[in-house]
């Protein structure tokens, strides 16, 4: 390894030597740094793509490899501080090669994921922790990400979000809940009034989330980039995109709420028809 930094660095002065005439060291250097940023990034994605870490791309994999061929890392900032804050930040540009539909320069895919730490009064609000649970030694964390898309440098639309409500810096030992699903139980479970008379404990020392995908903007985006592919894989495909902290389960958590009550609805069918 060391050699190999001496290797690079002596590349690099010799290269930012020929340009002294016309340019100041610092703005090459400035230069160089970015777009080896980029360049690591892009290979990051590559990396991704060709891992198939959920392994649903194996049967779409010339779909994969013509993403690869017309993508680009155009800007990507990760922030991470010691008091619990992560913010990440990518833009990325599917350029048109001629098979989009409707495109005529680009497609672009806006990742934004951020995880900060809230107070205990903030999470426990939404998580509706116990009296007990508050009392924790650490806050909790709120976990947000989301993916816009556009065209042709037009407006943005939001693709898909996912939203964590955490009790604690890490995930819950409880398996976490939609909170849609706790909004429910609490109509059912309360007094009418919304309010939740449930004694649960494990309702209450559980992470809370919540996840949407737009069916129309995801449609559009496989319309406009003409991927052969069904939206479920293109949903792996997205999701395969390293710009999120993958701590908690934020890819298990969307397809929970974006397929789970249909997987259950096809799953009570099925035990009818053997009945």
Not at 25 to 51: F, G, H, N, P
Not at 174 to 201: C, F
Not at 243 to 261: M, R
Request: hydrophobic letters at 35%; glycine letters at 4%; charged letters at 30%.
């Amino acid at each position: 390894m060391s050699d190999l930094k001496e290797s690079v660095r002596s590349a690099i002065a010799t290269y930012v030597s020929t340009q002294s005439d016309t340019h100041l060291k610092a703005d090459v250097l400035r230069v160089i740094r970015d777009q080896a940023t980029l360049l690591y990034e892009s290979q990051l994605v590559y990396d991704a793509l060709d891992a198939d870490p959920f392994e649903e791309l194996k049967n779409v994999r010339l779909q994969v490899n013509r993403v690869k061929n017309i993508m680009e890392v155009i800007s990507c900032s990760r922030t991470v501080t010691d008091e619990g804050q992560c913010l990440i930040d990518a833009v990325i540009e599917l350029k048109s090669d001629g098979n989009m539909n409707e495109v005529k320069s680009n497609v672009q895919l806006k990742f934004h994921y951020e995880r900060r730490t809230c107070s205990k009064e903030e999470c426990d609000q939404i998580t509706q922790s116990s009296p007990s649970s508050s009392d924790k030694m650490e806050p909790g964390a709120h976990v947000l990400y989301w993916l816009d898309i556009s065209r042709d440098y037009g407006e943005r639309q939001r693709l898909l979000t996912v939203e964590v409500w955490a009790i604690g810096q890490a995930p819950s030992m409880e398996q976490a809940k939609p909170l849609e699903i706790d909004v429910m139980e609490e109509e059912e479970e309360g007094d009418g009034t919304g309010e939740n008379k449930s004694n649960d404990k494990d309702n209450n020392l559980c992470d809370r989330f919540a996840a949407y995908v737009d069916p129309d903007v995801l449609e559009s985006f496989l319309e406009w980039t003409n991927l052969d592919m069904d939206e479920g894989t293109s949903i792996f495909l997205l999701m395969t995109f390293p710009f999120y902290e993958h701590e908690w389960d934020l890819v298990g958590f969307l397809l929970d709420s974006v397929f789970g009550a249909e997987s259950e609805g096809e799953l009570e069918e099925d035990e009818m028809s053997e009945e």
